[in-house]
C-alpha cells in the first residue's frame, strides 16, 4: 500500500512519502487554525509546511514537479501561507493595527523585489553560459573568471522566497505575545534581506566577472581543435532519456587508436553523460558547430538517426558512420535514413542481411561487421552461482513511435507474462527492467507498468512472509545489512557510478572545472563495480525485484539472471552473447513460423504468445541446461548476429575506424582539400 502512494504521489523513498504529506496536511491545518484561531497550532502548521518543502527541495523530489504542473508551484505556496497569516492576524483582531498594515505593504513590497532578483538571476546565467559546454578540455588559457559562488545561486528562487521567515516570524511572536516590536523587526529584516542578496549579485555582472564573448571563446575553440587535432567524433543527439545511447559508445571511445571527441548537442545530455577521459563538447547552436574547424576530424560516428545529424553530416572532409545504440530486428535498425551515411556498421552478417532483405537503399558495399565492443562484460551461465532458484529477467523495450502491435509486449502480454513467473509451479525469482521511454508515447504503457509494478511488490512482500524462505533469510540477514550499509556509505561519499557532475548554472566556471583526470574514469569504474556488488547483496537472492533507473546497468541485470523474456528489440541479440536461454514475444500473433522469418534473432528462442502459455518451455530450459533443446541453435546465432569471438570486436572496430579514415584522407588529397576552406565555403 505504501508502495503504490509512492507511485501515486511522485516521491521515491518513504522519507519523501512523509514530507510530501506533511506538506499536503499543513496547509488546511494552517487555514483550520487561522479561523478557529488557535495561534500556537498555527505556529506548528506553519513550521511543518517550511520543513516538509525543505525536505522535498533537498531530495530533489519529482513530486515538485508535479506541484508546479498543478499551479500550486513554490512561489504559490509561500504566497498561500502568507495570506493564511493575513487571515489570522484578521481573525486575532489585529488588522487595524498598524503593524499589520504595514505587513500588508510589506509583503508587496517582497513580492515586488522578486522581479529585479529573478531578472538579476536569469542576465547572469545566460551571459555566464558559453556557446558551448565542455569536459576534459583545459579552458585554463580561457579568460574566465569566477562566477557567483553557489550558496548565491544554487536554489536561488526557494532561497530568497525564505527572507520572509523574519516577517513571518516576527509576526506570530506579536499574535502570540501582544508585542508589536517583534513584528516590526521582522518586517524591517524581510525586505532587508531581499536587498542584501540583490547587492550581493549585483557585482558579478560587471564586464570582468563575465566571461568572453560567444565569438571570442569560439575563436578560443577553434585554436583548441587545431592544438588537438581530433581524428574520430561521437555525434550524438536526443532527449535527456536516450543519454544510454551515447553512454555505451564512450569505453569504446576511450579505447581508439586515433584521437577520440564527443559532440553533443544538448546540454541536457552533457550533463547527464556518463565519466568519461575522452573530450567532449556540446555546442547546442547549429550555427556555432557548422562554423567549428572540423578540418583535422576523418571519421563521425552516429548511434542514432536523428535530425540534427544533419549539421555533422554536412562536412565532406571526413566520412559518416551510423553505428547505433544496438543491433535488432525492428524497424529502425533498417531505416532509410542510413543512406545518408558513408557507412552502416553491424554487429554480425545478420545486420548485413536485413538490409540487403529491406532493399531501403543500403549498399551492401557499405555495410562493415565490426561486432559489439560494448558486449565484453556479459557473462556467461557458468558464471551463476549454483543451489539458488532461476532469475529471470523480462526486459520489454517501450511502445515506439508508430502504433503497430509488435512494438512491445507491455501492453497485451506483460502482465499474462509476469503472472505466470510469479505463479510458476517450480518458483523463480523475477527482474523486471522496463525501457526508460516506457510510457512515454502511449500513456496505456505506462499504466500497465504500474500494475506491473505493483503485481511484483505484492509477490515481494507475500515472499517475504513465506516460511521456505525464512531460514534463507536469517542466515543472510547480516550480509544483507552489510551490504547495505556499503550502498549508503557510497551515497553519502558521492561514489557507486559513471556519472557526470551536476551543472547548477551551466555555466562558464563549471564547464571550466568540468575535467575527468586520467585515472578518474578507472576509479570511478572500480567504485561502480563495489557499488554494483552491494546493490545484488541487499536483498535475498529469491526476492523479486523492480529495477529502473541507470543503475544497475541492463548488462549488470544480464549477468544476474538466468534467463530472460523479451521482444523484438537489442535487449535480445545483446543477451545472446552470454548463450543463456531466452524468450521472446510475439505480441503482433504472426505464428511462430512467421515470427522466425521475419525476425532473425528469435530463432534459437522460445516463442511466446501474448497468453505467454509456453513460458514453462524456457523454465524447463533453466532448469535443466543439459535437457536445453535450443543450446545448440544459440551458439550459431551468437555467431551470425554478433560476429566472431576473434579477432576481437575492438580490433575489428578500430580496424574499420582506421579504414575508413584513409579513405577520407585520399579523398581530400585528391581534392586537394584540408577541410576547412571546404567546411567554411558551404555554411549557409
Not at 554 to 570: M, T, Y
Amino acid at each position: 500500500m505504501t508502495a503504490l502512494l509512492r507511485r501515486l504521489v511522485g516521491v521515491t523513498t518513504i522519507a519523501e512519502l512523509v514530507a510530501a504529506v506533511v506538506v499536503v496536511v499543513s496547509y488546511p491545518l494552517m487555514l483550520l487554525t487561522a479561523l478557529l484561531p488557535a495561534t500556537e497550532a498555527f505556529v506548528a502548521a506553519a513550521a511543518a509546511s517550511y520543513l516538509g518543502d525543505h525536505l522535498l527541495h533537498r531530495s530533489g523530489s519529482y513530486l515538485l514537479v508535479r506541484m508546479g504542473k498543478a499551479r500550486v508551484g513554490l512561489t504559490v505556496r509561500f504566497l498561500v501561507r502568507e495570506l493564511l497569516l493575513v487571515l489570522l492576524l484578521a481573525r486575532t483582531g489585529w488588522t487595524d493595527e498598524p503593524v499589520a498594515q504595514l505587513a500588508v505593504v510589506a509583503l508587496l513590497a517582497f513580492y515586488a523585489l522578486q522581479i529585479p532578483h529573478t531578472t538579476l538571476v536569469t542576465v547572469l546565467r545566460r551571459k555566464r553560459r558559453l556557446p558551448f559546454a565542455t569536459r576534459n578540455i583545459d579552458l585554463s588559457t580561457l579568460p574566465v573568471p569566477d562566477g557567483a559562488p553557489r550558496w548565491l545561486t544554487h536554489r536561488a528562487v526557494e532561497k530568497v522566497l525564505h527572507a520572509e521567515v523574519p516577517m513571518y516570524a516576527g509576526l506570530l511572536a506579536t499574535v502570540l505575545t501582544d508585542t508589536t516590536a517583534f513584528g516590526y523587526v521582522g518586517i524591517a529584516l524581510t525586505p532587508a534581506l531581499v536587498l542584501v542578496y540583490l547587492l550581493a549579485l549585483l557585482p558579478y555582472l560587471r564586464a570582468a566577472k563575465l566571461p568572453p564573448d560567444p565569438e571570442r571563446a569560439l575563436e578560443w575553440f577553434d585554436e583548441w581543435l587545431r592544438s588537438y587535432r581530433p581524428e574520430t567524433a561521437l555525434y550524438f543527439s536526443g532527449s535527456k532519456e536516450s543519454v544510454y545511447q551515447a553512454d555505451m559508445w564512450l569505453e569504446t571511445m576511450e579505447r581508439l587508436d586515433s584521437r577520440p571527441l564527443v559532440i553533443l548537442r544538448e546540454r541536457a545530455i552533457h550533463n547527464r553523460l556518463a565519466t568519461t577521459t575522452v573530450p567532449v563538447v556540446c555546442v547546442p547552436s547549429a550555427v556555432h558547430l557548422m562554423n567549428m574547424d572540423l578540418s583535422t576530424l576523418r571519421v563521425g560516428l552516429y548511434p542514432a538517426n536523428v535530425g540534427k545529424n544533419l549539421h555533422l553530416l554536412r562536412v565532406p572532409t571526413m566520412k559518416h558512420v551510423f553505428i547505433g545504440h544496438g543491433d535488432s530486428d525492428k524497424i529502425a535498425s533498417i531505416n532509410p535514413y542510413a543512406k545518408a551515411y558513408d557507412e552502416v556498421w553491424s554487429a554480425g552478417r545478420a545486420g548485413r542481411d536485413r538490409y540487403a532483405l529491406a532493399d531501403v537503399g543500403v549498399r551492401d558495399e557499405d555495410v562493415v561487421e565490426v561486432g559489439r565492443p560494448q558486449l565484453a562484460s556479459i557473462q556467461p551461465a557458468s558464471a551463476r552461482p549454483t543451489g539458488r532458484i532461476p532469475t529471470v529477467l523480462y526486459a520489454p523495450t517501450w511502445e515506439g513511435w508508430t502504433d503497430d502491435p509488435g512494438n512491445t509486449s507491455l501492453l497485451l502480454a506483460g502482465e499474462n507474462i509476469i503472472r505466470r513467473l510469479l505463479t510458476a509451479d517450480r518458483p523463480v525469482r523475477v527482474l523486471y527492467k522496463p525501457h526508460p521511454f516506457t510510457g512515454t508515447r502511449d500513456p496505456a504503457a505506462g499504466v500497465v507498468h504500474q500494475r506491473i509494478v505493483a503485481m511484483i511488490e505484492e509477490a515481494a512482500a507475500a515472499r517475504a512472509g513465506d516460511p521456505r524462505w525464512a531460514a534463507e533469510a536469517e542466515r543472510t540477514a547480516a550480509d544483507r545489512e552489510a551490504a547495505k550499509a556499503a550502498l549508503r556509505a557510497l551515497a553519502e561519499s558521492g561514489r557507486g557510478g559513471r556519472s557526470g557532475p551536476a551543472s547548477v548554472w551551466d555555466d562558464a566556471s563549471v564547464s571550466r572545472d568540468a575535467q575527468t583526470p586520467p585515472d578518474q574514469a578507472a576509479v570511478e569504474e572500480r567504485a561502480f563495480a563495489e557499488w554494483n556488488e552491494a546493490f545484488w547483496r541487499s536483498f535475498g537472492w529469491w526476492e523479486h525485484r523492480v529495477i529502473t533507473g541507470s543503475q544497475p546497468r541492463l548488462f549488470d541485470c544480464f549477468n544476474e539472471s538466468d534467463a530472460l523474456v523479451s521482444d523484438i528489440s537489442s535487449v535480445v541479440s545483446d543477451y545472446i552473447a552470454s548463450g543463456k536461454p531466452y524468450a521472446v514475444t510475439d505480441s503482433a500473433e504472426l505464428g511462430a513460423e512467421e515470427f522466425r522469418r521475419q525476425n532473425t534473432a528469435v530463432r534459437a528462442a522460445v516463442i511466446l504468445a501474448n497468453d505467454a502459455a509456453r513460458l514453462d518451455e524456457l523454465l524447463d530450459a533453466v532448469g535443466a541446461p543439459g535437457a536445453d533443446p535450443l543450446a545448440r541453435d544459440r551458439v550459431e546465432l551468437k555467431e551470425y548476429l554478433l560476429g566472431p569471438d576473434e579477432p576481437s570486436s575492438l580490433e575489428r572496430f578500430n580496424a574499420a575506424v582506421g579504414a575508413l579514415a584513409a579513405r577520407a584522407e585520399a579523398r581530400n588529397q585528391a581534392l586537394g582539400e584540408s577541410g576547412a576552406t571546404a567546411v567554411v565555403s558551404s555554411t549557409p
